[in-house]
């Protein structure tokens, strides 16, 4: 028995805007962290509301944090990559 198509894949890369001009690379390294310090910002309010207001604290709200949790994480996990990548670029 012969074995079909198999991949695996070990590594993730973020390759940002491809194509993107070099004298470029400040402009957007300081919008994307501009969009990462108003993400943080944002959700902060929210989760701040929901600790300091009783009545927030229902099953219904919880959804809400969950959403605010999930786009502090991710946002954390994907936008200092790209940023670094623009900012630390070596000439490639």
Same mark, same amino acid.
């Given at each position: 028995? #012969? +074995? /079909?198509?198999?991949? $695996?894949? !070990?590594? %993730?890369?973020? =390759?940002? =805007?491809p194509?993107?001009? $070099?004298h470029?690379? /400040?402009? @957007? #390294?300081?919008?994307?962290?501009? +969009?990462? +310090?108003?993400?943080?910002?944002?959700?902060? +309010?929210? %989760? &701040?509301? %929901? @600790?300091? &207001? !009783?009545?927030?604290?229902? *099953?219904?709200?919880? =959804?809400?944090?969950?959403? @605010?949790?999930?786009? @502090?994480?991710? #946002?954390?996990?994907?936008? *200092? !990559?790209?940023? $670094?990548?623009?900012?630390?670029?070596? /000439?490639?």
């Amino acid at each position: 028995m #012969s +074995v /079909g198509n198999i991949n $695996s894949v !070990k590594d %993730f890369v973020i =390759f940002s =805007f491809p194509g993107l001009q $070099s004298h470029y690379y /400040g402009l @957007v #390294s300081a919008i994307l962290f501009l +969009v990462y +310090v108003f993400t943080l910002m944002g959700n902060a +309010v929210f %989760f &701040t509301a %929901f @600790v300091m &207001t !009783k009545s927030l604290q229902r *099953p219904v709200y919880y =959804f809400i944090i969950n959403l @605010v949790v999930c786009d @502090v994480l991710f #946002s954390t996990a994907t936008l *200092p !990559k790209i940023i $670094s990548r623009y900012w630390f670029q070596d /000439g490639t």
